[in-house]
Nanobody, 123 residues
């Protein structure tokens, strides 16, 4: 199992910045992808950004140019730097990790989620 603990959310005025952190523990060697999702009440959880161990980083169009995802492998920590925040960025942000382990012909795939951190951007 992998445990994820987020921090860094809060209240900020439009145009401001926040940095979210997500510290992973447990069987982190099996993590293949880490990323950030967000969700507002009544809507589906949406992918904001992710970083696979192999492959290109993904950034959603709605945040490209304002948000940056980064990963410190030595600390098992994922970051989301959010600049030029807008009221529409208000949401609960969740850290996500995907693990894959077991035989190559039939790996066990699991998704892990943090508890979420609230980001509120006032106009």
């Amino acid at each position: 199992q992998v445990q994820l603990v987020e921090s860094g959310g809060g209240l900020v005025q439009a145009g401001g910045s926040l940095r979210l952190s997500c510290e992973a523990s447990g069987r982190t060697i099996y993590i293949s992808t880490m990323g950030w999702y967000r969700q507002v009440p009544g809507k589906e959880r949406e992918l904001v950004a992710n970083m696979p161990s192999r492959g290109a980083t993904f950034i959603a169009d709605s945040v490209r140019g304002r948000f940056t995802i980064s990963r410190d492998s030595a600390k098992n920590t994922l970051y989301l730097q959010m600049n030029s925040l807008k009221p529409e960025d208000t949401a609960v942000y969740y850290c996500h990790a995907h693990t894959s382990f077991g035989p190559i012909e039939a790996p066990k795939e699991l998704d892990h989620w943090g508890q979420g951190t609230q980001v509120t951007v006032s106009s």
